[in-house]
């Protein structure tokens, strides 16, 4: 855990400033002996033991990160062997933040189209290994962490459409200014880089219009909503959504980034956990997520809760 103090070491700022901008009082950091493969090895296992499932029925990994730090093979195919899922399909998707909903949109084809039965989708990230901890427009703010579900076979539809798309010309508001190549051969990191104002504007205004697109597409009305789960990018980007979507009180609204920061693809299924967790939302409840990050993507979907 590394508290606001602690982040204050690293770059000129303050507690107050972090929490006021972005709602973060502290993040979640992988220590020396974690990897985003463990971390999603961890993730993987959870969600199989939730879902009462043995890896042996898992015919479809997939696995969303920008932190796995080899270009090949996938993550995704290594979670699939050390869990046992011998043979399964698998692959990584870059998606950044809004991964774990490309994920789920996949895998909810794949399943439906008959081409896999049981998919295990997975968000994990290492960004603060991404992240340059000394540059105070991002340090404050990406974190570390992993979330995982099986998708399956259902009598009843867990899963709404998917309201997704891209904005590549405006890939330089969070991007790694320098590729890994040159980077390597510079003998330094890659980092993430982040234009701050940009990205708010574009989510609380185009994202927030994309969220009110994907309940529509739902065919339910706020009030039939019972959770929120938004990725957990900034508690004001949050607040500002909610206005947008005019969702009424009775809506729980997960504020994992409280306590876990930023952590970018695993951000969803960790605020989803932690509303199931605390109690304030249930397994069957209707929830609408959307996930917005660098490419520029986004995607959305109305999911019943498991
Ligand atoms: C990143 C973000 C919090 C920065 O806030 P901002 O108000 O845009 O910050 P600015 O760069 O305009 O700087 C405003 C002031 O804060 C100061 N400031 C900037 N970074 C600071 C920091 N880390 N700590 C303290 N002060 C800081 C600036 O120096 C400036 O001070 P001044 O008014 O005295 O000149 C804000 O842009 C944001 O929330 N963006 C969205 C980012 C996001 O959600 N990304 C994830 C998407 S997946």
Same mark, same amino acid.
């Given at each position: 855990?590394?508290?606001?103090?602690?982040?204050?070491?690293?770059?000129?700022?303050?507690?107050?400033?972090?929490?006021?901008?972005?709602?973060?009082?502290?993040?979640?950091?992988?220590?020396?002996?974690?990897?985003?493969?463990?971390?999603?090895?961890?993730?993987?296992?959870?969600?199989?033991?939730?879902?009462?499932?043995?890896?042996?029925?898992?015919?479809?990994?997939?696995?969303?990160?920008?932190?796995?730090?080899?270009?090949?093979?996938?993550?995704?195919?290594?979670?699939?062997?050390?869990?046992?899922?011998?043979?399964?399909?698998?692959?990584?998707?870059?998606?950044?933040?809004?991964?774990?909903?490309?994920?789920?949109?996949?895998?909810?084809?794949?399943?439906?189209?008959?081409?896999?039965?049981?998919?295990?989708?997975?968000?994990?990230?290492?960004?603060?290994?991404?992240?340059?901890?000394?540059?105070?427009? %991002?340090?404050?703010?990406?974190?570390? &962490? +992993? $979330?995982? =579900?099986?998708? !399956?076979?259902?009598? /009843?539809?867990?899963?709404?459409?998917?309201?997704?798309?891209?904005?590549?010309?405006?890939?330089?508001?969070?991007?790694?200014?320098?590729?890994?190549?040159?980077?390597?051969?510079?003998?330094?990191?890659?980092?993430?880089?982040?234009?701050?104002?940009?990205?708010?504007?574009?989510?609380?205004?185009?994202?927030?219009?994309?969220?009110?697109?994907?309940?529509?597409?739902?065919?339910?009305?706020?009030?039939?909503?019972?959770?929120?789960?938004?990725?957990?990018?900034?508690?004001?980007?949050?607040?500002?959504?909610?206005?947008?979507?005019?969702?009424?009180?009775?809506?729980?609204?997960?504020?994992?980034?409280?306590?876990?920061?930023?952590?970018?693809?695993?951000?969803?299924?960790?605020?989803?956990?932690?509303?199931?967790?605390?109690?304030?939302?249930?397994?069957?409840? %209707?929830?609408?997520?959307?996930?917005? &990050? +660098? $490419?520029? =993507?986004?995607? !959305?979907?109305?999911? /019943?809760?498991?």
């Amino acid at each position: 855990m590394v508290d606001n103090e602690e982040m204050c070491t690293y770059i000129d700022s303050s507690d107050e400033w972090i929490q006021q901008r972005t709602g973060i009082v502290e993040r979640r950091w992988a220590s020396d002996d974690e990897t985003t493969e463990s971390l999603a090895l961890d993730a993987a296992r959870n969600a199989l033991a939730h879902a009462g499932l043995d890896a042996s029925a898992i015919d479809g990994v997939i696995v969303s990160t920008v932190s796995h730090f080899h270009q090949t093979p996938s993550l995704a195919a290594i979670v699939a062997a050390k869990i046992g899922a011998t043979g399964a399909a698998a692959f990584d998707i870059s998606a950044a933040c809004a991964g774990f909903c490309y994920g789920l949109a996949q895998a909810e084809s794949l399943v439906r189209s008959g081409a896999a039965t049981n998919v295990l989708v997975i968000g994990v990230e290492t960004l603060s290994r991404l992240t340059d901890l000394h540059d105070r427009s %991002t340090a404050f703010l990406f974190s570390d &962490g +992993a $979330g995982a =579900v099986v998708v !399956g076979p259902s009598e /009843t539809n867990g899963i709404g459409p998917v309201i997704w798309g891209s904005d590549g010309d405006q890939a330089d508001v969070i991007n790694q200014t320098t590729d890994w190549l040159t980077a390597a051969r510079e003998g330094r990191p890659a980092y993430i880089a982040m234009q701050g104002q940009s990205v708010f504007r574009w989510a609380t205004g185009f994202i927030a219009d994309a969220a009110k697109r994907t309940l529509e597409a739902s065919g339910l009305t706020p009030d039939q909503l019972d959770a929120f789960v938004p990725h957990q990018a900034n508690n004001r980007i949050t607040d500002s959504m909610l206005r947008h979507l005019k969702l009424p009180d009775s809506v729980v609204v997960a504020r994992s980034i409280k306590t876990m920061g930023n952590n970018s693809a695993a951000s969803i299924p960790i605020g989803i956990e932690s509303l199931l967790k605390s109690g304030e939302a249930k397994s069957g409840d %209707t929830c609408l997520i959307i996930g917005f &990050g +660098a $490419g520029l =993507v986004y995607a !959305g979907q109305v999911i /019943t809760l498991p």
